[in-house]
């Protein structure tokens, strides 16, 4: 079982709809991460969250809105995306704040944008 | 462009042999080096992580660093079926910024 937890699973949403992905964490971690993975290509970072505070933002559009409510929480917020923007949408924590590579993944929303 | 650099693959090894799994990394300032392993449709764990050069095991798991050569690599020994996934070389570089590699396609034929 992953101690990061991701839902939805899956997500289908049309290019005006406005949703949110939403990652949890018990493990007392103070780093959290949004990552996007495309089909048979590595992740590739979106936002960090150090000790509640956005930290790296790696230029995502403004379409991609993240909120980081407490130190165990980790949300995504989504509108007027695009086909391109389906991925799977990776939540990672880890123990130390933003500059580490021991990162723990949740399983992952995969989102379809129509 | 800092860059990890692994072959795709795939590499196919019989049941019980040793897998060798190859990263090579562009910043001579990097400092911490990972492996992630990925299974189809799933999302990266991590297996390895090594910070000094020479190896590190951990059960059928080794992690060799050769900064000197800018070359990190994971051997797998008694390769399973289970092994057969994709694995991520990660490193951490001299800007602190976590670089994944594409990931090397690992096929372990019983």
């Known amino acids: 079982d992953t101690e990061v937890t991701q839902t939805p699973k899956h997500l289908v949403m049309g290019m005006t709809n406005k949703k949110s992905l939403k990652c949890e964490q018990h493990?007392?971690?103070?780093?959290m991460y949004w990552y996007k993975q495309k089909a048979k290509k590595p992740p590739e970072l979106m936002f960090v969250?150090?000790?509640?505070?956005?930290?790296i933002n790696e230029s995502v559009p403004s379409r991609f809105s993240p909120e980081c409510p407490n130190s165990s929480l980790l949300n995504l917020h989504l509108h007027a995306l695009q086909p391109e923007d389906s991925a799977l949408y990776l939540c990672?924590?880890?123990?130390?704040?933003?500059?580490?590579?021991?990162?723990?993944f949740g399983e992952g929303s995969r989102l379809t944008v129509l | 462009q800092k860059e990890v650099e692994q072959n795709s693959g795939p590499l196919s090894v019989p049941e019980g042999a040793i897998a060798s799994l190859n990263c090579t990394y562009s910043d001579r300032g990097s400092q911490s080096f990972f492996w992630y392993r990925q299974y189809s449709g799933k999302s990266p764990e991590l297996i390895m992580s090594?910070?000094?050069?020479g190896d590190k095991e951990d059960g059928r798991f080794t992690a060799q660093l050769n900064k000197a050569s800018q070359y990190v690599s994971l051997l797998i020994r008694d390769s399973q079926p289970s092994d057969s996934a994709t694995y991520l070389c990660?490193?951490?570089?001299?800007?602190?910024?976590?670089?994944f590699g594409s990931g090397t396609r690992l096929l372990v034929r019983p």
């Open positions: 090594i910070y000094s050069n």
């Open positions: 990672a924590s880890s123990q130390e704040g933003g500059n580490t590579g021991e990162l723990f």
């Open positions: 969250y150090s000790y509640e505070k956005l930290s």
């Open positions: 990660a490193v951490i570089d001299s800007s602190y910024k976590l670089i």
């Open positions: 493990m007392g971690h103070r780093a």
